[in-house]
């Protein structure tokens, strides 16, 4: 009987000894905790930024955006990056009316800033684009511009090293889909606001001077801005004929290429007017080179053509009204966009 129990003791030992080492034979499964959110604080003024479910901001995501926002490595020839058209030094334009890509090319169309992109509804002059992980990917690939072609482009990155770490890191692979999401997570972060008129929106009379306080009044009144430059980023996110351009013989016609909409020919996004004093040259062939020009083609009523908005008429502006709706718009001035380009891989 004795004999018998010790022989039960020592297969339950075996056993026991048995499990305990495959256990530990077995690879441990660790899980890996989400990165933690980006803390997205829009300056006073704004409104909260928009954030796609399918492209959640984390430091690490907007980091790498912008090393490859400003990485000339994109294009095709290495010559030009997203910043060379959106720089910081001009408010995120270039300063030109019309930019340059790879080869010195031009385009017809102005750089639009990327300030307050973030709340677009869709993006480019003429909305061809919804979001902003969409518009990342057009100037990639137009030939004009930076004239590659997405597999090239993650040929390219595949080959630098730490981009190639960074992206696995962030996304678990390398796709242009994921180039976009990356560059769009940083472009939501160039915000203005804080800017005078916010200021003074919140109670501080002494934010504006005389004459552009003078200026709102014109803007929500006898100047009109306010029909289509309205709310806390001053635009509508829809679009507009002004004329400007189609009195040339073969004229831009803007929407009207994306929609095939005859009612859209001529017609151009409303851009924000946030950090207007900064992104000269005006509309979007950069054809006006001051405010002073802007104002007084609005005063006259735009450029008449068959497809006019209906909202665009003279306005019988005087020479004071002039100068106070432009100090008005030099309030617009603001905060939180100014940046550094980063050190590249």
Same mark, same amino acid.
């Given at each position: ?16 000894? +048995?499990?305990?080492?495959? &256990? ?14 980006? /803390?997205?604080?829009? %300056? ?20 790498? =955006?912008? !090393?490859? #926002?400003?990485? $000339?490595?994109?294009?095709?020839? =290495? ?24 080869? =010195?090319? *031009? ?20 909305? &061809? ?15 004009? /511009? ?16 730490? #981009?190639?770490?960074?992206?696995? $890191? ?25 800017? %005078? ?16 306080? &003078? ?6 009144? $006898?100047? &009109? ?6 709310? %806390?980023? +001053?635009?509508? /996110?829809? +679009? ?19 929609? *095939? ?20 040259? #005006?509309?979007?062939?950069?054809? !006006?080179?001051?405010?002073? /020009?802007?104002?007084? +083609?609005?005063?006259? =009523? ?7 908005? $209906?909202?665009? *008429? ?32």
């Amino acid at each position: 009987m004795n004999t018998r129990v010790f022989l039960a003791l020592g297969c339950l030992a075996a056993t026991f000894l +048995f499990l305990t080492c495959r &256990r530990a034979e077995e690879p441990q499964v660790v899980t890996k905790a989400p990165p933690p959110p980006f /803390e997205l604080n829009p %300056p006073r003024g704004l409104e909260e930024v928009p954030v796609p479910p399918d492209n959640p901001m984390t430091a690490e995501k907007v980091a790498l =955006g912008k !090393q490859l #926002y400003f990485d $000339k490595r994109l294009s095709a020839d =290495g010559t030009v990056a997203c910043a060379d058209c959106h720089s910081p030094q001009f408010a995120f334009t270039d300063g030109n009316p019309v930019s340059a890509g790879i080869r =010195g090319q *031009k385009g017809g169309r102005s750089a639009p800033t990327v300030i307050n992109r973030a709340y677009g509804k869709s993006q480019f002059w003429d909305g &061809r684009a919804a979001t902003l992980e969409q518009q990342a990917l057009g100037p990639i690939q137009n030939p004009i /511009e930076m004239g590659h072609t997405l597999e090239g482009m993650v040929r390219g990155i595949q080959g630098i090293e730490v #981009y190639r770490a960074q992206l696995q $890191k962030v996304f678990g692979s390398l796709t242009a889909e994921n180039v976009a999401k990356a560059i769009a997570a940083y472009e939501r972060t160039v915000l203005s606001g804080n800017a %005078p008129i916010d200021r003074f929106n919140l109670g501080d009379e002494n934010a504006l001077s005389e004459s552009a306080k &003078r200026g709102v009044e014109l803007f929500g009144g $006898k100047a &009109r801005c306010g029909v289509c430059h309205t709310g %806390p980023n +001053f635009t509508d /996110e829809l +679009f507009h004929n002004l004329g400007v351009g189609m009195n040339r013989k073969d004229p831009d016609l803007g929407r009207y290429a994306v929609t *095939k909409e005859e009612s859209d020919r001529g017609k151009f996004k409303t851009p924000t007017l946030r950090e207007i004093v900064a992104t000269a040259p #005006y509309m979007h062939d950069g054809s !006006q080179r001051t405010l002073q /020009e802007v104002v007084d +083609f609005y005063d006259k =009523g735009g450029e008449k053509n068959a497809y006019l908005d $209906k909202d665009i *008429k003279p306005l019988g502006l005087t020479r004071r009204d002039k100068q106070d709706l432009i100090e008005f718009l030099k309030a617009l001035s603001g905060e939180g966009w100014q940046t550094e380009p980063p050190k590249l891989p």
